[in-house]
């Protein structure tokens, strides 16, 4: 008997079903919506993503960083093809090459740049590896205190989000043991203190280290003990806008900790990666951190995986035992198959070089933009980490209604300053959410600079129109 002919598959829904259906029964704890209007994406190349109509939006912010070398980049997808036909699936208390290798270079990387022996310890997402972080803190120290920065932003997890300075991220959940202490951070274009970067002589880490001045300051006793275990701290804040401190600011900070032996806990999860022209951020800044916790990019967006790593003595086997955190998918074997091979993509490419190059060309353009718009208030970058702070027409008071506004004309697909109709994707963050925090593809070219910047100026010129601002 011949076989029937394989049945056509049934034909999708149409967008304002799907919308409707999303409506009633996703949670919309998770899905964020933020924007004015939804846009539902297809497909993904590159720097672009692609909606069912074939309209094409250049992103900027690459999944807040976290495919930092393109949508559907060949190499790393033909490994995770070639994994997924030789070992899908493995149970994280076996072993697998990828895993081992993978930590190898990762490690070797670390003790290169920072001169320190230490292991890996793989986990799913960025907030579940600093929790893993807290635990390395807790098991050196017995403190359960920590410091951290206002407007740092370190996963909305129980643990991360006690120091995660947003109160909202708390509010209905409570949090994992003591709330952090939170200490400004060195933010000069809106300096809490009110003062001038040329003229301030560091004076916030001159703040805190006051605090260790006496015991009635609250933080150490009378023989200088300190109640805190770590200091959690993204070099480059994410969340919060992108801020890029001073450099002489962390070698400072990082002697205090030292004195008083409290641990210094590094986020590179959104700045890991040559985001900023460095494998890891805190490379610029000349210190070495106890702790390292990163993920994202890792696996450039594709089989989530995370890890941290530490300092030998705070994390071999003998204080840091089997089943001292576990999870399920901790190092799935997919993850450290495009992860080992993302690492040695970037061990091949100079990445350094190109990133800073690029870099440096989409910071002179956005600045050269600046020039003409001064709604522009702020514009800064390292790398590829670019910020734009949007303000009203005195260059400081914040204006989040300008940056909602060309948040939304980006997502309607209609930009035309670059030809046919287009998106643009920017991603908002900033202490008073209005700061686009531009995290482009590694890979950007000048003329795709070109092309961000004239679709940029173009939904500016919109949102001028429609706010009055």
């Known amino acids: 008997m011949k076989p029937s002919a394989p049945l056509p598959p049934p034909a999708a829904p149409r967008e304002e079903t799907l919308l409707e259906l999303e409506a009633k029964y996703c949670s919309w704890g998770d899905t964020v919506h933020y924007a004015k209007e939804l846009t539902m994406f297809a497909r993904a190349e590159g720097i672009r993503l692609y909606d069912d109509k074939g309209t094409a939006y250049l992103d900027l912010q690459m999944w807040y960083s976290a495919v ?87 996963g909305r997890t129980l643990g991360a989000s006690s120091i995660t300075s947003s109160y909202r991220y708390r509010e209905k959940f409570g949090h994992f043991g003591d709330r952090a202490n939170f200490i400004p951070y060195p933010y000069c274009f809106r300096c809490p203190y009110g003062l001038k970067r040329e003229s301030c002589g560091l004076y916030c880490v001159q703040q805190f ?27 480059i804040q994410g969340t919060g806008g992108y801020v ?31 985001r900023t022209g460095k494998f890891f951020a805190m490379e610029h800044f000349g210190v070495q951190p106890d702790v390292i916790a990163f993920g994202k990019a890792l696996t450039n967006g594709m089989n989530p995986l995370s ?36 690492v040695k993509m970037m061990e091949e490419e100079n990445f350094e070089s190109q990133v800073n190059q690029r870099g440096a060309y989409f910071l002179a353009r956005l600045k050269d933009l600046a020039k003409r718009y001064p709604q522009m208030g702020d514009v800064d970058g390292l790398g590829l980490a670019l910020r734009v702070e949007m303000c009203q027409k005195d260059g400081i008071t914040p204006n989040r209604e300008l940056t909602d506004a060309m948040v939304n004309i980006g997502l309607a697909g209609k930009l035309t300053a670059a030809g046919k109709p287009q ?22 070219t000048e003329a795709e600079i070109d092309t961000a910047i004239a679709l940029f100026e173009e939904a500016l010129k919109q949102g001028l129109a429609q706010t009055g601002t």
């Open 68 to 154: 930092n070398f393109g949508y559907g980049n060949p190499r790393l997808n033909a490994a995770l093809k070639h994994q997924i036909d030789t070992l899908p699936q493995l149970a994280c208390q076996y072993l697998h090459k990828e895993k081992i290798l993978l930590a190898t270079k990762l490690a070797r990387r670390v003790q290169k740049a920072f001169g320190e022996k230490g292991r890996i310890h793989f986990n799913v997402g960025g907030a579940a590896a600093i929790e893993d972080a807290w635990k390395v803190v807790r098991t050196r120290t017995g403190k359960n205190l920590a410091f951290a920065f206002m407007g740092g932003y370190h």
């Open 209 to 235: 280290e006051r605090l260790f001045e006496t015991e009635y300051y609250g933080v150490v006793n009378k023989t200088g003990k300190a109640e805190f275990g770590a200091f959690f701290a993204e070099s």
């Open 244 to 274: 890029i401190p001073p450099k002489e600011y962390f070698p400072r900070l990082k002697k205090t900790l030292d004195q008083h032996g409290i641990l210094f806990v590094d986020d590179e999860i959104q700045m890991g990666f040559y």
């Open 307 to 342: 890890a941290i790593w530490a300092r030998e003595e705070l994390i071999n086997p003998t204080v840091f035992p089997p089943g001292s955190t576990h999870s399920t998918f901790s190092s799935n074997s997919l993850g450290t198959a495009v992860a080992l091979e993302a």
């Open 423 to 444: 998106g643009l994707i920017l991603d908002v963050g900033g202490y008073y959410k209005n700061v686009f925090t531009i995290a482009p593809s590694l890979y950007i």
